[in-house]
Every structure is written in C-alpha cells, then in structure tokens.
C-alpha cells in the first residue's frame, strides 16, 4: 500500500487583507466596497485564496445579510442552467432564500445572486455590486 503522507494544516484567515473571522463560526469574510460584475468580483476573491460568500448555513446568512448598505453579490447562480441555482461549492440553493417574487429572471437577464437585508434577489451578472468574499479556514490535506 502506498505511503500516502499528507500535511494537515489550518489555513488563516488573512487579517491583515482585511478579512474579518467570526469566533464561534470561524468563518472568514470581507465586505469589498468597491462595486464590481459577478465575475470581477469572484476574481477578485480568488487573489484572496477565496470565493464569493457561499451563504449555505444559517451563520453564513446572517453574515450576509447583516450588510445595511445596499446590495452585495454572493457566490450563487443559475448561469449553468436557467432557473438551477447552485452555490459556487455546486450546492443547490434554497429558493426560500429568495425575496418574495425572486428569482424572477427580470428581461430573461438575471442569474447572478444578491443579498439584501431583506433578501436574495437574482440579479444581471454585470451590474456592479458591492460583494463579499470567503476564505476557508477549514482544516486543509494537502498533497506533499
Ligand atoms: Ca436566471
Ligand atoms: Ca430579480
């Protein structure tokens, strides 16, 4: 059998970019200001080693909607499929989450999502949004 070592380590929420992690959760989250498109802004995260926020757990969304500031994108879509909505992770999102009459496709243009304070929205992938990236700070093998 193959001697398969692998490192376990923990990866830190990087701070010092301005990432904020919560103490109980240990979730890793930043509010970026400035207003990019859907895709800017998840390469945006990417640089951070992150990803949009995937807001899949109830913690989560309470992060995601504690933002009073107008709306931020967050890492879920329907861009594979047309009314499919899945978080970046592959997911599928709970269509409760959504404000009352959304998803609605608005001009057949909607498929990236939004947060609220009072709810998720599907929005044209190329407004620009404030968002909210991610770091994973879970315990990570890594191959070595
Ligand atoms: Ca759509
Ligand atoms: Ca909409």
Not at 52 to 68: M, Y
Not at 73 to 90: M, P, R
Request: charged share 25%; hydrophobic share 30%.
């Amino acid at each position: 059998m193959p001697n398969l070592v692998r490192e376990v380590r923990q990866i830190k929420c990087p701070t010092d970019l301005g990432y904020m992690e919560d103490p109980t959760s240990n979730i890793c989250s930043k509010i970026h200001e400035t207003k990019l498109s859907w895709t800017s802004a998840q390469a945006e995260c990417e640089k951070d080693n992150g990803q949009l926020f995937i807001a899949d757990t109830q913690a989560k969304r309470d992060i995601s909607i504690k933002v009073r500031t107008g709306a931020v994108f967050l890492g879920a879509s329907d861009l594979d499929e047309e009314g499919v909505w899945k978080w970046l992770n592959g997911e599928p999102v709970n269509r409760t989450l959504f404000s009352p009459n959304e998803p609605n496709n608005f001009n057949g243009h909607e498929n990236c999502m939004s947060a609220r304070s009072t709810g998720y929205n599907d929005e044209k992938c190329s407004r620009n949004f404030k968002y909210i990236c991610e770091v994973p700070t879970k315990k990570a093998y890594c191959p070595n």
